[in-house]
């Protein structure tokens, strides 16, 4: 019934890759090795995603096995519009930020010393910049790309996972907003500090090597 | 440090002309500046402070960097090798699943 449904959808909508039809087919079936397969075609990506928006690696294999158990139950209502691995990545984001929010209560970290300096006349404070370097230059420099890791991983849950699916993932902000529960305006801010704080870790990685 | 109070006072000064904002008015409108959001006569004003304020300008530069130092990071990250008990727990959970 189920492979009959997803062929309707793929007449319907067309196939949005040739073998995935195939491998939806297998999955309804329940095939032998099938589910087994996309574990080895898409778990690496996913425990890779996973990773980058919680930052660390047994939370995010708990995700990634929570995803792989919703897509076992749910493979019946994969309805193809989507390629497969999009539909699983959704169903991982979901996993993660439930994940976030219930940690959240333990993750005091605060913001506020990361954000932009002002003086008395609300004038700001900056650094001297003799120049600014390139992101290719910056990445090409030893150890530096593990810094910029580095300081994503130390943002605090709820910023960091905006700033990494609004400005990684290109979700939009009426998007992020919904798996939030926020306002579009406390999406906005929460983007705008968690990028200003990645800005100011990172300063003394940029300024490093620039003549002063 | 002397010249930066003298920036600062001069910036206090350009705040009473018209059409002037501080650094503090610019940041609260960097998001929709950035996202082609503000209107005309709003851009107008931002991208006059910005003519006018280096720290600002080298505030952006360095805002925007961090931002395409972090995508490049990320995306040049090594997809990691999927634990074989990670695999092996993953196929027993669906096993258990079907049982129950």
Not at chain 1, 137 to 147: D, F, S, Y
Not at chain 2, 34 to 42: H, Q, S
């Amino acid at each position: 019934m189920g492979v009959i449904k997803l062929i309707d959808t793929y007449v319907k909508y067309g196939s949005p890759v040739d073998d995935q039809i195939n491998i939806v087919a297998d999955l309804i079936a329940g095939k032998k090795g099938a589910f087994e397969g996309i574990i080895r075609q898409y778990g690496a990506r996913l425990l890779l995603k996973a990773t980058q928006m919680l930052g660390n690696a047994p939370d995010a294999e708990e995700c990634v096995q929570e995803c792989y158990l919703q897509v076992h139950r749910n493979i019946s209502s994969f309805r193809g519009e989507a390629n497969l691995y999009s539909w699983m990545y959704r169903i991982l984001v979901n996993a993660c930020l439930k994940k976030m929010k219930a940690r959240a209560v333990n993750n005091s970290t605060s913001i506020e010393s990361l954000l932009p300096d002002f003086d008395e006349n609300n004038c700001r404070i900056e650094p001297n910049w003799p120049s600014i370097p390139s992101a290719e230059e910056i990445l090409r420099r030893n150890h530096t790309k593990r810094q910029v890791l580095a300081a994503i991983h130390s943002l605090p849950d709820s910023y960091r996972d905006i700033l990494y699916l609004r400005d990684i993932e290109g979700y939009n902000t009426a998007e992020v907003a919904q798996m939030f529960s926020l306002s579009e305006g406390a999406i906005k801010v929460r983007l705008h500090r968690a990028r200003s704080a990645l800005k100011k870790i990172l300063e003394p990685v940029f300024l490093e090597g620039l003549e002063q | 440090m002397i010249i930066r109070r003298q920036k600062s006072q001069i910036e206090k000064w350009l705040l009473k002309m018209p059409l002037m904002i501080s650094c503090r008015d610019f940041e609260n409108f960097i998001i929709q500046y950035l996202e082609d959001e503000l209107p005309w006569n709003k851009r107008f004003i931002i991208n006059t402070h910005l003519k006018v304020c280096k720290e600002c300008r080298d505030y952006l530069d360095a805002y925007r960097l961090s931002m395409a130092a972090t995508k490049g990071a990320l995306a040049q990250e090594e997809l990691p090798e999927v634990p074989e008990d990670l695999v092996k727990a993953i196929l027993a959970a669906t096993q258990n699943g079907k049982n129950d």
